[in-house]
């Protein structure tokens, strides 16, 4: 089956500060990327996705792009705000016939003034 | 619009009683997803169902746990007795299908504390 391996967290940054969060994957076939974020007690929303090799995913400043060779997705962001406080899930989609999200086990990025 | 709505958002209830978590999936959304959040092992997916249909219920834990979807816009997820293991938040997702890059949509979830 699948597997995620995320950066362990928490994390801890001043505002400004340059976030890597780093992902690797392993996944049946030829999966989709995602990054899931998570607010504090809100549902997980979607960020960013990738669905082929060497694509960008980007959305409110963060970026994470798709390398098949590395099997990794790793996610940034050049300046973090307070606001980007919040737990960071990676995840592929694999495909076939059972289109299933396999999640890491999230990294808690807290941003500080 | 509308998001997936879950109800209730908290639920507190004894071991041993039945507990029923209900989900409204987005309008014209194909596939719905129950999903498990806890401390210790993460979020879990239990079941999803494809145009009502279950597909894979390999997350359910065991059968104290039920699941249905009796039209396109209503689920349940049972759990007949709980048992405090059970404590955790409970999320619903839709999304369009099944395919590439599909994005699933998620609830806010169900708080569920079993005493």
């Known amino acids: 089956g699948n597997s995620v391996t995320q950066m362990e967290g928490p994390v801890t940054l001043s505002e400004e500060a340059f976030l890597t969060i780093n992902c690797t994957y392993t996944?049946?076939?030829?999966?989709?990327l995602f990054w899931y974020v998570q607010y504090p007690g809100e549902g997980l929303q979607l960020l960013l996705k990738?669905?082929?090799?060497?694509d960008k995913g980007s959305n409110k400043g963060f970026e994470a792009t798709y390398r098949k060779e590395t099997t990794s997705f790793h996610l940034e962001k050049g300046s973090v705000q307070v606001s980007d406080s919040a737990v960071y899930f990676c995840?592929?989609?694999?495909?076939?016939?059972?289109?299933?999200?396999?999640f890491g086990k999230g990294t808690l990025l807290t941003v500080n003034p | 619009d509308a998001g997936v709505i879950q109800s209730p958002r908290h639920e507190v209830t004894e071991m041993g009683q039945e507990v029923t978590l209900r989900c409204k999936p987005i309008?014209?959304?194909?596939?719905l997803f129950w999903y498990r959040q806890t401390m210790m092992r993460g979020l879990e997916l239990l079941i999803y169902f494809n145009n009502n249909v279950p597909i894979d219920d390999s997350g359910m834990p065991e059968d104290r746990f039920s699941a249905k979807m009796p039209n396109a816009s209503f689920s349940t997820l049972k759990i007949q007795p709980s048992e405090p293991r059970d404590s955790a938040v409970y999320f619903c997702?839709?999304?369009?299908?099944?395919?590439?890059?599909?994005?699933?949509?998620f609830g806010p979830g169900t708080r569920l504390t079993v005493t």
């Open positions: 309008s014209g959304h194909n596939s």
């Open positions: 990738a669905t082929k090799a060497d």
């Open positions: 995840a592929p989609l694999s495909g076939g016939s059972n289109y299933k999200l396999t």
């Open positions: 997702a839709s999304s369009l299908g099944q395919g590439r890059g599909l994005e699933q949509y």
């Open positions: 996944a049946t076939g030829y999966p989709s």
